[in-house]
């Protein structure tokens, strides 16, 4: 049964940098995509980033193309999102995300349905 667990959220000022990680657990021999989606505050979810099982693909949403860079650590399991110059419309639960099989394409990315697994999200909050 595959766990993703974020952590990394918290209140922050506009401008200022956060880090968000998740740990993927009980994943066995296979290769995914994994990445990162949001919630504003009534709105409806939305995808962030994505990247694919060798690190080299990578796909932003254009809200945040610039700003916000994604890595893993297959290793490890993890997946990081590095969030610079934070405004106060990136307020949201992120969740963290990944898929069954392979991540190919960014149009694939962009999809909630691409992905199999969810984490719980964890709250970012930007004041101006």
């Known amino acids: 049964q595959v766990h993703l667990t974020e952590s990394g959220g918290g209140p922050v000022q506009a401008g200022d940098s956060l880090r968000l990680s998740c740990i993927d657990s009980g994943r066995t021999g296979t290769t995914y995509g994994t990445g990162w989606f949001r919630q504003p505050p009534g709105k409806e979810r939305e995808f962030v980033a994505a990247?694919?099982?060798?690190?080299?693909?990578?796909f932003y949403a254009d809200s945040v193309k610039g700003r916000f860079a994604i890595s893993r650590d297959n290793a490890k399991r993890t997946v990081e999102l590095q969030m610079d110059s934070l405004k106060p419309e990136d307020t949201a639960v992120y969740f963290c995300?990944?898929?069954?099989?392979?991540?190919?394409?960014?149009?694939?990315?962009?999809?909630?349905?691409?992905?199999?697994?969810w984490g719980q999200g964890t709250q970012v909050t930007v004041s101006s």
């Open positions: 995300v990944s898929t069954a099989r392979p991540l190919y394409s960014g149009s694939d990315a962009r999809r909630p349905n691409t992905y199999a697994y």
């Open positions: 990247i694919g099982w060798g690190g080299i693909a990578t």
